[in-house]
Structures are given as C-alpha cells and as structure tokens.
C-alpha cells in the first residue's frame, strides 16, 4: 500500500516558504499529501489533480496560507474527480488584502471540461479570502461541516455556464456554516444558454450577518436554475434577504428550520420561479414580510411567522405575502405577531387565486388576512 507523502520531509532549508515543497512533494507522484499541525505558507497555488488528498490535523490546528492576494490557496484543476480536502484553515494572511481571484478554494467556472465530480471537503475553515469557496460545475461533490468566515466577497460561490459538457451543481452541503462574508453566505448562478441547472442541497446548514443575502440563487431564462433543495438549519441576520429564489426555474422545495432578523425578507420568492413548496420552521422578526412570494404554484405547508416587518416599512410588514401573481395553498399556518411588538400588520397577504385552509391567523397588528381568497377556503382563524 502507498505511503502517504508529508510536505515537511521535502521542505529544504533554504525556501522562503512552501511553495516549492508542496510541488516537491507532488512530483513523487503521490496521491495522498499530509500536513502536520502548523501553519503552511504559499506564494502559488496549491494545484490538486484527479485522484488527490490534501490532509491536515484539523482545522484551527493546520493553516494552508496564501500571501498572493491575487491567487487562489488551492486551485482544483478542470475535470479533477475524487479530489479529497480535509482538516485545515484555508486563508490569505499576506501585506495585502485579496482580491479578485484571491479566494480560498477556486475551481475554473469556464473551462470547456470544466466540471469536477465526487469531491469530498470535510473539517474547513475558509477564511479572509476573497471568495472563500468558488467552482464550476459538479456532477456529485459533498461538503462537511466546511465553515466560510470573514471572506471579503461570498462564501460559497457555485456557477453554471453552457461552456461545461455537464451543467449541473450537484454540490450538497452537510452542518457547513456561512457567516460574516461581504456578500452572501451561499451563492448560485447560471449563465448562458444551457438547459436546466440542477442544484443539490443544504442541509442543516448555517448563515449569520453576511452581507448580502443568507442563501441566493440567480438564474436567467435561457440557463434556469432548478431544484433548490433547503432542508433544516439556521439563516439569521444576514443584511439582504434570508433566502433569495430567482432562479427562472422551478420545483424547489425551501423548508428551513429557523430563519431570523434578516435586514429584508426572511425568505423571497420572486415570479422567476414556479412549483415552490415551502414548509418552515420559525420565520421571526425579519425587517420586511416573513416570506414574500411572487410565483404560480407556491404551496405553504405548517411554519410559524412571528412579528416580522421590524422596520416597520407599511405594506411590508406582513407574516407571509402573496404578491399580484403570487398563486398556490397556505395550510396549516401559524402567523402572528407578538405582544408589544407592534410591527406584523397582517398575517396574511393574499389574492383570489391562494386558497387558505387550516391556519391560524389571529394576533396581528391590522388583521388576520387582507386581499381576497379562493372561494373554497375553510376553517381558518382569524
């Protein structure tokens, strides 16, 4: 059985830093690279091949550290299958701040064999990076409680193009936390003219006060994005909206366990999607409605939207909205707001194609629902 190879026996006494050794290191031909607990410093990237394992001691006890503000940590090349991370803080930490194209884990978004598939990323920390994880396109690679902190742009950034034989992004994240980024804590995107993209999953994952949106998704009419899957977690104040669907795409299913203070809604669902179904936990005190939704065939199944409209903006202080073209089925729903809070104006914002059946309503600041309900409604307190 191969032995796995250790950059420290291949760092000369010489090198300013790393660099060299990890290239050393690889030209053993190895398939299996071990970091010992220490902090690692890089001038170039890391570059990882098909078939290769970079292992450190853990995260908060190895540091790989790039000090070229302009370069990626690691660069995982196109078509690189079975890549394997672990056990490391991935960072920059050089005399200048990084920039674009200074993100922690980069994989090239446009190349023409750019996908990547089955990679594993398990016990990450990736911070003070310009983006903390940005790649392409996958078939199937799963993250682990893999945490994205203090970037300077996104968290995790996942982008589609036609340009990729494959299109999806089939990148499905497990207890992973996205939090203090100056953009959103996980970002989709597709471009171009492609069928439709595919999406894996979050679950039970984590956003906290990044600086755009919790969770966004961006399609575009030629290149939808389809099949967001949103399973459990937390998603709390983050400055633009909790969760954010634009995606041109259809058959999402946004069911969130605890979703908070977002500066705008705690979750929007804007009339680029269709066959949404949205089944939450607790949606609280965000800034504008609860959820706001604005697509055909948006069901809402159960949850709990309390005292959202914190800033108190009139019409935009509602536990859920169903705006103009917003059509589907409310059931099951608790929407009220809270003694003394004094900002949720109605449980319910609706109109005549949203049938509403078995939810409770009572509580809010002006009333139950306002706007008209399909005829067949029932059993709904208000």
């Not at 059509?327 to 049938?355: I, M, P």
């Amino acid at each position: 059985m191969a032995q796995p190879v250790y950059v420290d026996d291949h760092r000369y006494a010489n090198d300013s830093d790393d660099t060299a050794a990890f290239q050393r290191a690889f030209d053993t031909g190895t398939k299996e690279i071990r970091l010992l607990a220490r902090t690692y410093v890089v001038s170039a990237p890391v570059t990882l091949k098909t078939k290769t394992a970079l292992h450190g001691e853990g995260s908060g006890v190895t540091t790989l550290r790039s000090s070229a503000p302009q370069s990626p940590v690691i660069l995982i090349e196109q078509g690189a299958d079975f890549v394997h991370i672990s056990g490391m803080t991935i960072e920059h930490d050089g005399p200048s701040a990084p920039v674009a194209g200074g993100d922690g884990i980069f994989h090239d978004t446009n190349g023409i064999t750019g996908s990547w598939d089955r990679g594993v990323l398990t016990d990450l920390r990736l911070s003070k990076n310009y983006i903390g994880f940005n790649v392409g396109m996958t078939a199937y690679t799963m993250l682990f409680e893999v945490q994205a902190v203090d970037n300077v742009s996104h968290g995790f950034n996942m982008v589609a193009s036609a340009l990729g034989a494959a299109n999806p992004l089939q990148y499905y994240f497990s207890k992973c936390s996205a939090s203090k980024n100056g953009g959103c804590g996980y970002r989709y995107e597709s471009r171009n003219t492609a069928p439709a993209t595919s999406v894996g999953a979050l679950e039970n994952c984590i956003t906290y006060a990044n600086g755009s949106h919790g969770v966004a998704a961006y399609g575009v009419q030629t290149n939808p994005l389809a099949s967001i899957r949103i399973d459990g977690g937390f998603y709390g104040e983050d400055r633009g909206h909790g969760i954010y669907l634009d995606t041109w795409g259809s058959q999402h299913l946004i069911r969130p366990g605890f979703v908070e203070l977002a500066n705008e809604c705690g979750i929007y669902i804007s009339d680029h999607n269709r066959e949404v179904q949205v089944s939450c936990g607790m949606v609280v005190n965000n800034g504008l409605d609860g959820l706001f939704i604005n697509c055909p065939d948006a069901n809402v199944t159960g949850g709990q939207f309390i005292a959202n409209g914190r800033l108190r903006i009139d019409g935009r202080r509602n536990g859920v909205y169903y705006y103009s073209s917003g059509t589907g089925v409310v059931t099951g729903v608790r929407s009220k707001d809270v003694s003394a809070a004094n900002q949720q104006s109605f449980g319910l914002v609706s109109n005549a194609e949203v049938l509403v059946t078995g939810s409770d309503l009572r509580g809010n600041m002006l009333a139950g629902i306002t706007g008209l309900t399909h005829p067949a409604s029932t059993g709904n307190r208000t």
